[in-house]
């Protein structure tokens, strides 16, 4: 299928290493913080979330990791295999009830 | 189905000519949301649904876009006079329950996305 950007950043990793993929949103008063993982040609599929409460979250080969003093976000894929490579997308909900915000995305590319 | 379904998967109109982008949701989820994703960009919030409550319309870029969703679960989106502009992939999903509310379980307001439709305006 097509990519879904041409122009996004993108990180390079040997397989097997951990791929740190970053995100920094500008809303204080961001209380819900997620990540997805989307690959050519199909839809955005949810991997992790994170409630503002919480500085670390821990999933199978994943973390999301919550600096709110710098208002920055991590997702950390330990032990990089070639299906992670994809575009990530972070997304936060801003305030009261309303619909998350993505970011515009980085592009994993893992090298066997 | 197991999933959201979007039709159709590719639409190519020409300039000036209405199309209709349907989305069918994960059955029971009361929420529904269309995004739109262009090129070298993010995906960006077009207008959702929450049961019977009256749409959040706030993210349609122009009043050619308008969306309905019929009986609680099918979604159309409906793009009049479409511009060259309005190329992109155009992404429905959708959530058991609507943007997380405070103390809820966030697994309930997780957005489950089809696979899009790609509309090419030339």
């Known amino acids: 299928g097509e990519s879904v950007g041409l122009h996004l950043p993108t990180l390079s990793v040997q397989e097997g290493d951990n791929s740190i993929i970053n995100c920094a949103y500008s809303n204080s008063a961001s209380d819900y913080f997620i990540w997805y993982k989307q690959e050519s040609g199909k839809g955005p599929q949810f991997i992790i979330d994170?409630?503002?409460?919480?500085d670390k979250r821990q999933g199978q080969r994943v973390t999301v990791l919550l600096n709110k003093t710098v208002k920055h976000l991590s997702l950390q894929i330990a032990a990089t295999q070639p299906g992670d490579s994809a575009v990530y997308f972070c997304?936060?909900?801003?305030?009261?009830?309303?619909?998350?915000?993505f970011g515009k995305g980085t592009r994993l590319s893992v090298i066997a | 189905g197991a999933g959201v379904s979007q039709s159709p998967s590719n639409k190519v109109t020409e300039k000036g000519k209405d199309v209709e982008l349907r989305c069918d949701p994960i059955s029971g989820h009361t929420a529904l949301y269309w995004y739109r994703q262009s090129l070298g960009q993010g995906l960006e919030f077009l207008i959702y649904f929450q049961g019977n409550s009256a749409p959040d319309k706030s993210g349609l870029p122009s009043d050619r876009f308008s969306a309905e969703r019929t009986g609680g679960s099918v979604s159309t989106l409906t793009i009049q006079r479409t511009q060259q502009e309005d190329s992109a992939v155009y992404l429905c999903?959708?959530?058991?329950?609507?943007?997380?509310?405070?103390?809820?379980?966030?697994?309930?307001?997780?957005?489950?996305f089809g696979a899009g439709s790609r509309l090419t305006v030339l």
């Open positions: 994170i409630r503002s409460n919480m």
């Open positions: 999903a959708s959530s058991l329950q609507g943007p997380l509310l405070a103390g809820g379980e966030s697994g309930a307001n997780v957005l489950t």
């Open positions: 997304a936060e909900r801003r305030w009261g009830n309303t619909p998350l915000v």
